[in-house]
Nanobody, 131 residues
Framework: QVQLEESGGGLVPPGGSLRLSCKAS?????????????MGWFRQAPGKDREFVAV????????YHADSVKGRFTMTRNNAERTGYLQMNSLEAEDTAIYYCAAGRRLITSSLRFPSAYDYWGRGTQVTVSS
């Protein structure tokens, strides 16, 4: 069974930082090189649609970040640990949401920002930015 497990969420004041982790496990990540998977982060605030935050491609690791987080958030990955990370700095109240990790293979660049392009999802971790 394929699993993605997020961790690292919590309550932080405006201007603070958090580091989210997404650990991959299961048959698919054992049978194929984890390096070939594209990993993405999305978030969903109450009453809003799930939105793209950041993505890192496999086999080279090109990254893309949403304009709303560019310069504040950075996505990285450690293939040996089968883990993706999202470093979030200068957090704002508008960043409050449930953050979801996603993974997929053979994604084309034009599809990276769309949740429907991904095959696997974690259950999410809550990030709350409040004083």
């Amino acid at each position: 069974q394929v699993q993605l497990e997020e961790s690292g969420g919590g309550l932080v004041p405006p201007g603070g930082s958090l580091r989210l982790s997404c650990k991959a496990s299961g048959v698919s990540f054992d049978s194929y090189s984890f390096n070939s998977y594209t990993m993405g982060w999305f978030r969903q605030a109450p009453g809003k649609d799930r939105e793209f935050v950041a993505v890192i491609k496999g086999n080279g690791g090109a990254t893309y970040h949403a304009d709303s987080v560019k310069g504040r958030f950075t996505m990285t990955r450690n293939n040996a640990e089968r883990t993706g990370y999202l470093q979030m700095n200068s957090l704002e109240a508008e960043d409050t949401a449930i953050y979801y990790c996603a993974a997929g293979r053979r994604l084309i660049t034009s599809s990276l920002r769309f949740p429907s392009a991904y095959d696997y999802w974690g259950r999410g971790t809550q990030v709350t930015v409040s004083s």
